[in-house]
């Protein structure tokens, strides 16, 4: 594998109690099989930040203004 990769274990970070989902939601189902063309993801490997994005061009205004950074390596993602 080439390019950055997740760690195995991430950072844990204090939950949220989810308040809004229903019963009923949680009964229908949430989940389901998608693909990089239906949900693109990018992930900000700088400096173990791991944050997701829905595009190159989010993950870089991102690490220009929390980074201080243009540098445009360490981005995970299964769309390209």
Known sequence: MH?????????S????????????????GLARVTSP???PIYICAFQD???LFP???RVMLHRKRDHSSE???DIIT???
């Open 37 to 39: 063309q239906e949900t």
């Open 55 to 57: 595009s190159r061009e």
């Open 13 to 28: 970070k204090p939950a949220t109690h989810d308040t809004m989902t229903t019963h009923d939601q949680l009964v229908a």
């Open 49 to 51: 930040c791991n944050r």
């Open 3 to 11: 390019g950055p990769s997740l760690p195995s274990v991430l950072k």
């Open 71 to 73: 540098e445009d390596r």
């Open 78 to 80: 299964w769309n390209e």
